[in-house]
């Protein structure tokens, strides 16, 4: 028997449900969830966010942005800064191939900086 992980979709109606629907402008989104203004672009760019309105004053789904930034800070705590993606293809979050690699490289890079 294989355990089912929960999809994208699954965690943010559980976890953001009163947000599913409503839109925010990028704007509005920085402001609120503290995420860099292009950081926000380029997630709307590669797809991590749908789009609510679009034209003038466009608005993305705030369920979506909430989910991203929760991933995104979750990383920023472990110190994982960029240069990975933020979710996988699946829309879940991007799991590390050799995450003691990583650790060696920030901390080499720290050390030479």
Same mark, same amino acid.
């Given at each position: 028997?294989?355990?089912?992980?929960?999809?994208?979709?699954?965690?943010?109606?559980?976890?953001?449900?009163?947000?599913?629907? @409503?839109?925010?402008?990028?704007?509005?989104?920085?402001?609120?969830?503290?995420?860099?203004?292009?950081?926000?672009?380029?997630?709307?760019?590669?797809?991590?966010?749908?789009?609510?309105?679009?034209?003038?004053?466009?608005?993305?789904?705030?369920?979506? @942005?909430?989910?991203?930034?929760? @991933?995104?800070?979750?990383?920023?705590?472990?110190?994982?800064?960029?240069? @990975?993606?933020?979710?996988?293809?699946?829309?879940?979050?991007?799991?590390?191939?050799?995450?003691?690699?990583?650790?060696?490289?920030?901390?080499?890079?720290?050390?030479?900086?």
């Amino acid at each position: 028997m294989t355990i089912q992980r929960p999809t994208r979709k699954d965690i943010i109606k559980r976890d953001f449900p009163e947000l599913v629907g @409503v839109g925010i402008t990028i704007s509005d989104a920085v402001k609120k969830y503290g995420i860099p203004k292009n950081t926000l672009i380029n997630w709307h760019k590669k797809g991590y966010t749908k789009t609510i309105k679009s034209g003038y004053g466009m608005e993305i789904d705030e369920a979506d @942005v909430a989910y991203c930034s929760r @991933v995104y800070n979750e990383r920023q705590a472990k110190g994982i800064i960029g240069g @990975v993606p933020l979710l996988d293809e699946n829309g879940l979050p991007y799991k590390l191939k050799h995450p003691k690699l990583s650790s060696y490289r920030r901390r080499k890079k720290k050390e030479l900086a």
